[in-house]
């Protein structure tokens, strides 16, 4: 597990990029009480870290605000790369929307999860699972979309990843 420092700067970008999306026709179903800020913060922080370590060919860009949902959150090496983030440190799963992983496949899905109870907050770059895996869970359905609920503990150790793309240093 990989441990990333929080920035205030960080917080106030991924509420500004909410905040702008929930204007949108596509954001304008967003649930109550989902701090989908904490999200796009792992998302950001992630990114930031394999473009620091590695060759990435097509970085992440954040929320997309246009409607359009994206092939990858970023290419690392040829291979499209999905970051799925557990937006509280007590949450145990990811869970991707089932829509989203089979009409959009990814190769790799990393997990990440955001820890608020401690400061400053941290973001744990947590492991990672290929594409053809993550169907294998059990589909799910609590309010909106039906997902795969994928347990964090599924996740191969990060350490793993880091040595399939040492060559993309």
Not at 83 to 93: D, G, L, P
């Amino acid at each position: 597990m990989i441990e990333i420092e929080v920035a205030i700067e960080d917080i106030l970008i991924a509420k500004q990029q909410v905040s702008a999306f929930e204007k949108t026709d596509a954001g304008s179903w967003r649930y109550t009480d989902v701090e989908a800020w904490r999200g796009i913060v792992c998302e950001m922080m992630v990114s930031r870290w394999f473009e620091s370590n590695y060759k990435v060919e097509i970085p992440s860009k954040g929320l997309d605000t246009s409607g359009n949902v994206d092939d990858y959150d970023f290419v690392l090496g040829g291979k499209k790369f999905e970051i799925k983030s557990a937006t509280k440190n007590y949450f145990k799963f990811i869970m991707p929307k089932i829509h989203d992983v089979d009409s959009h496949p990814k190769d790799f899905y990393i997990a990440a999860k955001y820890n608020e109870t401690v400061e400053p907050n941290k973001v744990y770059l947590l492991g990672y699972l290929t594409g053809a895996e993550i169907n294998k869970f059990p589909k799910k359905q609590n309010k909106g979309a039906p997902y795969y609920e994928v347990p964090i503990s599924e996740f191969r150790d990060i350490e793993g990843l880091k040595l399939l793309f040492e060559w993309q240093k």
